[in-house]
C-alpha cells in the first residue's frame, strides 16, 4: 500500500520536481489537464508584453527583421526538432494541427497518384478532427479515394494492404491514452507499400519520439498540449528531407513561395521545410511557443518519460486501492509500451463527478462516453498531487457529492 508519506518522499527525491518552479500554477490547484492545454511558462507574461510592447509598439513593421518574425516558424521548428527525433530543418512551427494534417495528407496522396492506390487507413477512436479532415480532402479530390476506419489497434496491421496509400494515426488515443509502436507500424506500412503520417498531438513532449529512427513519412502535432505553447498555440509540421523535394499541397499561399517579396503572379515552392508553411502566422501566440520549448532544455525527454510512466502508475493503483467500491473501470493500457501520459477512468457519472472534481480544484476534464481524463505532465506534476486528486476523488464518491444533472459547458 502506498501512503501519502510515501508519495512525499518520491517527490523529495525527484530530480525533475525544481521545474515545477519554471510554471505559474495557481496554489490550490491540482492541474490534470496538461495533456490539453498545458501549463503557463512563467516567462510567457514578459515575453508576450516584449512582443506587443517593444516589438509591435515600437519596432512596428520592422520587426519582421528586427526581431526575426519572419523566420520565427523555422527557429521554432530547429528548437522542438530533438524533442521528436527530427533533423533541424524537417519541421516548421505553423498553422493548427487540422492544417498541417490536411497537407501532410495531400501531399501523401499526391506521392502515391500514380499506384492506383486509394484507400487511407485510420482508426474509427481517432481523434475527430484527424477524420474530418481525411474525409473533407477525399470529397475534394472526388477521385476515388476512400477511408477505413479500424476499430481496434490490433487489427491495423491487418488492415494495410495493396490498396493502401496512406495510414494516418494518432501515436497516443486521446481517450484512452494508447500508446502505438510507432517504428513497427510504420515497417509494416512500408512494407505493404503505404505511407504513414503520425499525429503527434498527445505525445510530442510527453514521451521520446524518434521520427527519423522510425522511417515515418510525414508527422504533425500540437504546441498548446505538453509542450505548454499557450492556448491554441501554432502546431507543427514534419516533412523528412527525403521527401521535402516532391513534397506539394494545396495550400500554397505566399510564405511557402522561393521569393515570397518577389510579389509574382505564379507560385514557385521555395526549397526545403519553408514549403510547408501557407501564409502570415499570429506571431504574438507563436511567440510564446519558444516559451515553453525552452523548458525542454533543462532536462531529457528519457527523464521525463520514467517520471511520466511513475506518475501513471501511482494514479492507477491509488485509484484502484482508495476507490475500489466505485465502479471506475480503467480504460488506459497497463503496459509501459502502450500507455501514453494520461489515464482514463470510465464511470457511469463521469461528466458529473469530473465537474465536481473541478469544484475542488482537481482540474481533469471528461470525454464520451462517460470517461474522466487525467494528464500528468512530468514537468510540473508532483507525485503528492496525484495523493491529494485521489484522495478529493474517492471522498466524492465515497459522499455522492456530485451532480448527475450538472450541465454541459459548450467545451468538456
Ligand atoms: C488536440 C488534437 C488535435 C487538435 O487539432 P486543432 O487543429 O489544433 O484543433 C488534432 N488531432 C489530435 C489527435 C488531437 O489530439
Given at each position: 500500500m502506498t501512503t501519502r508519506s510515501d508519495c512525499l518522499a518520491l517527490d523529495a527525491s525527484d530530480a525533475l520536481a525544481p521545474l515545477r518552479a519554471l510554471f505559474d500554477i495557481p496554489a490550490d490547484l491540482i492541474y490534470l489537464d496538461g495533456n490539453s492545454l498545458g501549463a503557463r511558462p512563467r516567462t510567457a507574461l514578459a515575453r508576450a508584453s516584449e512582443v506587443i510592447a517593444a516589438e509591435w509598439g515600437t519596432q512596428l513593421i520592422r520587426s519582421w527583421n528586427t526581431a526575426g518574425w519572419f523566420d520565427l516558424p523555422k527557429r521554432l521548428g530547429q528548437q522542438l526538432a530533438p524533442l521528436i527525433g527530427a533533423g533541424a530543418d524537417e519541421v516548421v512551427v505553423t498553422d493548427t494541427t487540422s492544417l498541417n494534417l490536411f497537407k501532410a495528407l495531400a501531399a501523401a496522396v499526391h506521392l502515391q497518384q500514380d499506384s492506383g492506390r486509394r484507400v487511407i487507413v485510420t482508426e474509427r477512436e481517432n481523434f475527430p478532427t484527424d477524420l474530418y479532415m481525411a474525409q473533407g480532402l477525399c470529397r475534394w479530390l472526388d477521385d476515388g479515394y476512400t477511408i477505413k476506419l479500424v476499430d481496434s489497434p490490433e487489427q491495423i496491421a491487418a488492415a494495410i494492404d495493396g490498396d493502401t496509400a496512406v495510414v494516418m494515426l494518432t501515436h497516443v488515443n486521446y481517450r484512452s491514452g494508447r500508446l502505438h509502436d510507432m517504428a513497427a507500424?510504420?515497417?509494416?506500412?512500408?512494407?505493404?507499400?503505404?505511407?504513414i503520417i503520425w499525429d503527434l498531438a498527445h505525445s510530442a513532449g510527453a514521451l521520446p519520439i524518434d521520427l527519423q529512427g522510425a522511417n515515418a513519412d510525414f508527422a504533425v502535432g500540437c504546441t498548446y498540449k505538453y509542450l505548454n505553447g499557450g492556448p491554441g498555440a501554432p502546431a507543427f509540421i514534419w516533412v523528412p528531407q527525403r521527401h521535402q523535394a516532391r513534397f506539394t499541397h494545396p495550400l500554397t499561399g505566399w510564405w511557402g513561395h522561393a521569393a515570397p517579396f518577389a510579389m509574382a503572379a505564379d507560385f514557385a515552392p521555395v526549397d526545403g521545410i519553408g514549403r510547408a508553411l501557407c501564409g502570415t502566422q499570429p506571431i504574438v501566440s507563436l511567440a510564446l511557443v519558444e516559451c515553453g520549448l525552452e523548458i525542454f532544455e533543462q532536462t531529457s525527454m528519457a527523464a521525463l518519460r520514467a517520471k511520466s510512466l511513475a506518475l501513471t502508475d501511482l494514479f492507477i493503483a491509488l485509484v484502484e486501492q482508495r476507490c475500489a467500491a466505485h465502479g471506475l473501470t480503467l480504460a488506459t493500457p497497463r503496459?509501459?509500451?502502450?500507455?501514453?501520459?494520461?489515464?482514463?477512468?470510465?464511470?457511469?457519472?463521469?461528466?458529473?463527478?469530473?465537474?465536481?472534481?473541478?469544484a475542488h480544484g482537481v482540474i481533469g476534464d471528461y470525454r464520451e462516453p462517460s470517461l474522466m481524463r487525467f494528464g500528468f505532465t512530468p514537468l510540473y506534476t508532483s507525485y503528492t498531487d496525484v495523493w491529494n486528486a485521489v484522495e478529493i476523488l474517492r471522498e466524492i464518491l465515497d459522499d455522492h457529492a456530485y451532480d448527475r444533472a450538472a450541465a454541459r459547458g459548450a467545451v468538456t
Open positions: 507500424l510504420s515497417a509494416h506500412a512500408h512494407a505493404h507499400g503505404a505511407l503496459k509501459h509500451a502502450e500507455r501514453g501520459s494520461h489515464v482514463s477512468f470510465g464511470h457511469p457519472h463521469g461528466y458529473a463527478v469530473m465537474q465536481a472534481l473541478i
